[in-house]
């Protein structure tokens, strides 16, 4: 192999020569990505207890990377664990534990070498063996939600205790982003007890109560400059959004994720708090139906429900403006391979009535089943969702339970229920986790296999323009033939105290990835 491309330290890989790696032998390295992005010359000060207040856990949580699926524990996990790799603040993909990599033309075979020199919190030294069993522990007979996502994966070499080799069956210029999966974490080879978390992260676990509390202590030998900063870290699970906004104006938190739209212009007038928002750029909020379960089997009884939300009215009157118009399936319009030319779905009740009578439907009753444990303004989103459909002539049932044990007792059982999907780096997966056949998190059970094999064709597509071509096919087959009535994407809305520094906005979660408490720190 031959270096196209090297990148050296404090540089970051561009969106243009990421788009262009698989067509190219490239090597990639990074050091300033951990100096703080506002300002290289801002030193962070070390010391203090960081207090976290956070909605999207429950008391099933635990420390397993393959059943993350919520903010609080994938948060926990960032505390003590490591990826392969990190997305910057333009959401484009930087070395972690995968010091650099190496890619031959077609994007079909990588090399990529382990940075050396970081130990576990059990004293053990990071090798090739832990970074091959952590990657395989998301295939194979695997219950991971990224199962689907590393079929590809043919062969896994180890060349040395700092080097493996991956092989894929087909080409993949996101190959990369995707090792940055926040379930692709790096524990010790043979680990397997998810309560006792081991890792090569910047802090130690101290206690954990799920549902009610985590506490973490720092380390003291973390790996990254100008990281790890706190003595300690609490994170609390405050689902209730009253209580978690109660305790940030209080100073009883330091940080607070996913402010209520309709109170934070209050918040960020207050003098002692910063609000943090990224737009068009949080959780996509979606109405799921399962077409595998009746009636949604009938794609006309789901258009029935797509056509017959008021999407404007909802942002306007709910999220309080803080968000963006959603069509239906899951690609940000930020996305350079969002499809722009698809007409937007718009609120027709007369055309949801012709859907419902398609169907065969008149007269029947949808049931949809809420919670504030997904969102917490999913059932008022609901409440205007049922209001909308009354000129149509549909009658909703709106089931409300309780935020605890949401995503095992209703995600994925109940046939019509609200859910939510968060921010991917890449195009490929967020169809391919979202909608592809063999995706543990097909929540809507969609499957089609002419969909499936332009997923297959995009991904070996080095031509970008005829790859924006197949994934706009892809979002229409999604948008109309799929169970997600995807209405809207929210802005991120994090709040902290003013004594917070070096937090930014991220493109694919809030609280910087989720990783505030690893890149902040005290003024």
């Given at each position: 192999?031959?270096?196209?491309?090297?990148?050296?330290?404090?540089?970051h890989?561009?969106?243009?020569?990421?788009?262009?790696?698989?067509?190219?032998?490239?090597?990639?390295t990074?050091?300033g990505?951990?100096?703080?992005?506002?300002?290289?010359?801002?030193?962070?000060?070390?010391?203090?207890?960081?207090?976290?207040?956070?909605?999207?856990?429950?008391?099933?949580?635990?420390?397993?990377?393959?059943?993350?699926?919520?903010?609080?524990?994938?948060t926990l996990?960032?505390?003590?664990?490591?990826?392969?790799?990190?997305?910057?603040?333009?959401?484009?993909?930087?070395?972690?534990?995968?010091?650099s990599?190496?890619?031959?033309?077609g994007?079909?075979?990588?090399?990529?070498?382990i940075?050396?020199?970081?130990?576990?919190?059990?004293?053990?030294?990071?090798?090739?063996?832990?970074?091959?069993?952590?990657?395989?522990l998301?295939?194979?007979?695997?219950?991971?939600?990224?199962?689907?996502?590393?079929e590809?994966?043919?062969?896994i070499?180890?060349?040395s205790?700092s080097?493996?080799?991956?092989?894929?069956?087909?080409?993949?210029?996101?190959?990369?982003?995707?090792?940055?999966?926040?379930?692709?974490?790096?524990?010790?080879?043979?680990?397997?007890?998810?309560?006792?978390?081991?890792?090569?992260?910047?802090?130690l676990?101290?206690s954990?109560?799920?549902?009610?509390r985590?506490?973490f202590t720092?380390?003291?030998?973390?790996?990254?400059p100008?990281?790890?900063?706190?003595?300690?870290?609490?994170?609390?699970?405050?689902?209730?959004?009253v209580?978690r906004?109660?305790?940030?104006?209080s100073g009883?938190?330091?940080?607070?994720?996913?402010?209520?739209?309709?109170?934070?212009?209050?918040?960020?007038?207050?003098?002692?708090?910063?609000?943090?928002?990224?737009?068009?750029?949080?959780?996509?909020?979606?109405?799921?139906a399962?077409v595998?379960?009746?009636?949604?089997t009938?794609?006309?009884?789901?258009?029935?429900?797509?056509?017959?939300?008021?999407?404007?009215?909802?942002?306007?009157?709910?999220?309080?403006?803080?968000?963006?118009?959603?069509?239906?399936?899951?690609?940000?319009?930020?996305s350079p391979f969002?499809n722009?030319?698809?007409p937007?779905?718009?609120?027709d009740?007369d055309?949801?009535a012709?859907?419902?009578?398609?169907?065969?439907?008149?007269?029947?009753?949808?049931?949809?089943?809420?919670?504030?444990?997904?969102w917490v303004?999913?059932?008022?989103?609901?409440q205007?969702f049922?209001?909308?459909?009354?000129?149509?002539g549909?009658?909703?049932?709106?089931?409300?339970?309780?935020?605890?044990?949401?995503?095992?007792?209703?995600?994925?059982?109940?046939?019509?229920?609200?859910?939510?999907?968060?921010?991917?780096?890449?195009?490929d997966?967020?169809?391919?986790v979202c909608?592809?056949?063999?995706?543990?998190?097909?929540?809507?059970?969609?499957?089609?296999?002419?969909?499936?094999?332009?997923?297959?064709?995009?991904r070996?597509?080095?031509?970008?323009?005829?790859?924006?071509?197949i994934?706009a096919?892809?979002?229409?087959?999604?948008?109309?033939e799929?169970?997600?009535?995807l209405?809207a994407?929210?802005?991120t809305?994090?709040?902290?105290?003013?004594?917070v520094?070096?937090?930014?906005?991220?493109?694919?979660?809030?609280?910087?990835d989720?990783?505030?408490a690893e890149?902040?720190?005290?003024?």
């Open positions: 192999m031959t270096d196209a491309k090297t990148h050296t330290p404090g540089a890989l561009s969106r243009r020569s990421f788009l262009g790696t698989a067509a190219v032998t490239a090597t990639v990074a050091g990505l951990w100096l703080p992005r506002a300002a290289h010359a801002d030193t962070p000060k070390k010391g203090g207890t960081l207090r976290l207040g956070m909605e999207g856990g429950a008391s099933t949580d635990s420390f397993n990377p393959m059943t993350l699926s919520d903010e609080v524990p994938i996990c960032y505390a003590v664990m490591n990826g392969l790799i990190e997305f910057d603040a333009e959401g484009l993909p930087q070395p972690e534990l995968f010091e990599w190496e890619v031959e033309p994007a079909a075979k990588w090399v990529f070498n940075r050396q020199g970081i130990t576990f919190s059990n004293g053990k030294t990071l090798t090739a063996d832990d970074v091959i069993y952590s990657i395989n998301h295939r194979g007979e695997s219950v991971s939600q990224l199962k689907g996502n590393l590809p994966i043919t062969e070499t180890k060349l205790d080097q493996i080799a991956i092989t894929l069956s087909e080409g993949n210029a996101d190959f990369v982003a995707l090792l940055g999966d926040y379930h692709l974490l790096v524990v010790p080879e043979g680990h397997s007890d998810w309560n006792n978390p081991i890792g090569t992260g910047a802090y676990l101290e954990f109560e799920p549902g009610v985590a506490v720092l380390r003291g030998d973390y790996w990254k100008g990281r790890g900063n706190f003595d300690r870290v609490e994170v609390r699970y405050i689902s209730d959004a209580a906004t109660s305790a940030l104006q009883q938190i330091d940080g607070a994720n996913r402010l209520d739209p309709r109170t934070v212009d209050f918040l960020a007038q207050a003098p002692n708090l910063n609000v943090v928002r990224s737009e068009g750029t949080g959780l996509r909020y979606v109405f799921c399962r595998s379960d009746d009636p949604y009938n794609q006309n009884a789901v258009l029935a429900l797509k056509y017959g939300i008021d999407r404007q009215k909802i942002i306007d009157n709910v999220l309080n403006g803080y968000a963006t118009i959603g069509n239906d399936h899951t690609i940000n319009p930020n969002f722009a030319e698809l937007q779905r718009p609120y009740p055309k949801a012709w859907h419902l009578k398609e169907a065969g439907l008149s007269g029947s009753e949808f049931r949809l089943t809420v919670s504030e444990g997904a303004t999913m059932p008022d989103c609901a205007i049922q209001q909308s459909l009354d000129p149509a549909i009658r909703l049932e709106l089931n409300k339970v309780p935020a605890d044990g949401y995503w095992s007792n209703v995600w994925r059982v109940d046939p019509f229920c609200g859910v939510i999907w968060g921010s991917r780096m890449t195009a997966e967020n169809l391919t909608y592809s056949s063999t995706s543990p998190m097909n929540d809507s059970n969609w499957k089609n296999e002419t969909f499936d094999k332009l997923l297959a064709e995009a070996v597509e080095l031509d970008q323009g005829k790859r924006k071509e994934y096919t892809c979002q229409q087959m999604a948008s109309d799929a169970g997600h009535v209405f994407i929210n802005d809305l994090d709040g902290y105290g003013k004594n520094m070096g937090v930014n906005k991220h493109p694919r979660f809030g609280f910087d989720l990783r505030v890149k902040a720190w005290f003024a």
